[in-house]
């Protein structure tokens, strides 16, 4: 047999995910190990007989996840040594932007669920659009933005002010 027909062989691996509320999704091993969690434990395991259970996403977070997966597929696993944030691509794909264009709530499921899974390319790209939202926005149109409560007393207010002086743009 041919290395290309073998390749062709375990692409046809499949692997089950169960979400938290019991939904079973059937995906191919190579898009299930774009998650580091589900890669070490099919390479410490083997095959799994049984669906790997997701305790910490939905049915609705995991098919989300499932769709980056399966479009990121080809993308390749390694990330640059290079950790310096200047060097870091800021520009999203088109189909990135699209991607995230949902409201704030499945951002930040997704952002968990990348995280939990160890989807360090979804992890990242969910960080970079809550940046986008909160960028050029002072602290009370922030809190519009994700409906936060203020809290402090206007007396507060004025001490962190007066103690983050520097932090201020002038």
Not at 52 to 80: Q, R, T
Not at 108 to 121: E, T
Request: glycine share 4%; with cysteine.
């Amino acid at each position: 047999m041919d290395p290309q027909s073998s390749n062709q062989l375990g692409d046809d691996k499949k692997v089950q995910l169960q979400s938290s509320d019991g939904e079973l999704f059937t995906v191919s091993e190579e898009v299930a190990k774009r998650s580091v969690l589900i890669k070490n434990l099919l390479d410490d395991v083997g095959t799994m007989e049984h669906a790997i259970p997701l305790h910490n996403v939905n049915a609705k977070v995991l098919e989300k996840v499932i769709e980056y997966c399966k479009h990121h597929c080809e993308d390749p696993y390694d990330e640059p040594e290079d950790d310096d944030p200047r060097k870091r691509k800021h520009e999203m794909e088109e189909w990135d932007k699209n991607f995230m264009d949902v409201g704030q709530e499945m951002i930040f499921d997704l952002i968990l669920a990348a995280n939990y899974m160890d989807i360090k390319p979804l992890l990242d790209l969910g960080c970079k659009t809550i940046a986008g939202i909160i960028r050029g926005k002072d602290p009370e149109e922030i809190r519009q933005a994700f409906g936060i409560e203020n809290d402090f007393t206007p007396e507060e207010q004025a001490q962190i002010r007066l103690e983050n002086e520097w932090a201020e743009d002038r």
